[in-house]
């Protein structure tokens, strides 16, 4: 099993930065896509950022500019700095990883940390 341990969130003034890290343990070969997704009373999850093995970025248009994710392979985190919040960004925060669990069949499987809060005051 793969787990996800989540740190970083918390209250921030608008404008203000926060750096959320996720890191993954386990049993697993190698860790492919890495990304965080987030979530606001009433709405649903979305994509914040996700990030590849070889570090290729996709994020979402709300935070373009403004959120930066990053990976270290081996040590198997990734982190999400987050500048110039507003309060639009306030959410529960989730990592997401993808695992490769046996190469022989080469299979994969998708993980999820329990979440962190980010508050951002207005």
């Known amino acids: 099993q793969v787990r996800l341990v989540e740190s970083g969130g918390g209250l921030v003034q608008a404008g203000g930065s926060l750096r959320l890290s996720c890191a993954a343990s386990g049993s697993f070969f190698r860790i492919d896509d890495m990304g965080w997704y987030r979530q606001a009373p009433g709405e649903q999850r979305e994509l914040v950022a996700r990030?590849?093995?070889?570090?290729?970025?996709t994020y979402a248009d709300s935070i373009k500019g403004r959120f930066t994710i990053s990976r270290d392979n081996a040590k198997n985190t990734v982190d999400l700095q987050m500048n110039a919040l507003k309060p639009e960004d306030t959410a529960m925060y989730y990592c997401n990883v993808e695992a490769l669990r046996s190469t022989v069949r080469m299979s994969t499987y998708e993980y999820w940390g329990q979440g962190t809060q980010v508050t951002v005051a207005s």
């Open positions: 990030i590849t093995r070889s570090r290729t970025t």
